[in-house]
């Protein structure tokens, strides 16, 4: 009988993000099984196996966040030239720690990557171009391709990062992306194939966290402050607006309830009314969570996805998770419920090595890494 022999391919990837506060760099090892494609030459390949479903095993082989927060803190929020100039500081010892490692002679080696992924836009012109100057230049020095990255194809890949959610990756996938900059609702039908069913149209959902926290006192950003004092509150105390929740479209809107929230504040002291900040800040994650969730079943609804994901800074809230999961569950019960792991919902360079496999996998087409800017305002 003649040997059934199983193809594998492996790369390692750099990942390097630095589009807004937090700098960070990942080594991502990729393993496929039963694959059709080679990698990086360009050209589709048949295998003769009867099996050719490629399985992919990924892995984080290093990763580093250095994060800014308690710099921008002091002033109340990103100054972006100092996040740029931080940038510069973290990432040369962050590649370094990632792509060299001491033998035991004490002899410096550095580890083998096959391709440089990095943030190419949306966030900060400064603060990614430092991040775009260091990977060409790790390009150029290693002569290894360059993958421009979008941010947000970032947060959707970090879903695709935990092992179990790979099992259950079916399209379409419906993704709520949830950060500082972004809320929009995302209909994924393949690798790099997207269509947004709807979006806030003013205030991010990650940005109503943080400037309800900031009327409350609570430092930059406060989006997981208020949510830990939530957890004591009673989400009934204040009734606070829902906007948009009637619309017929997908679209969300946040900034009604930042007014609400000050307004509200306003009357408490006017009244001398004694509150108990709790109170507030579960009624503010309960009008943002609801909007959230019933947006999403709603999209759900309409367009049937196997999977409904929640990916960006805002899905490290507790609740919206908890009720988003309850939400599918009881309204599209076949549809599966994926979320990062742990410290991946905020940004990383994990996310965007991940989104450089991605754009491997689907043989996506790379621009000349010479001709690469910033593009602040990138949309999915
Ligand atoms: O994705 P991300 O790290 O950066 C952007 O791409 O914007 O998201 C940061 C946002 C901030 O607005 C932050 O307040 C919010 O995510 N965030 C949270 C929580 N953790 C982070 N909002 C609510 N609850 C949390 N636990
Ligand atoms: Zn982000």
Redesign the pocket.
Known sequence: MPKKTVKQKQMNILGIET??D?TSVALLQLRIKNSKLRIGSGERTRVKESVAVPEYSVSIKKHFIATQIPIHARYGGVVPEVAARTHVAELVSLLNKTIKIKNQKSKIKKVDFDAVAVTRGP?LATALRVGLEGAKTLAWYYDKPLIPIN?LEG?LASAWLVPGNRKHWKYPILFLLV????SELVLMRDFGKYKILGRTRDD????A??KTAKLLGLEY????K??RLAMQGNPLAFDLPRPMLHDPSLDMSFSGLKTAVRVLLEKLKKDKQVYKIEDVCASI?AAIVDVLVFKTVKAALKFKPKAVAVV???S???L?RSELKLAVRESCPGARFLSPAKGL???NGAMIAAAGLWQMISRRKIKDWKKLDAEPDLDL
């Open positions: 589009s807004c937090e966030g941010h947060h950060s500082g900059g972004h991010a959902a990650g940005e966290f943080d950003p406060g989006g997981p208020l949510s994650e960006g800074g805002v490290a809230n507790a919206l919902h905020t940004d």
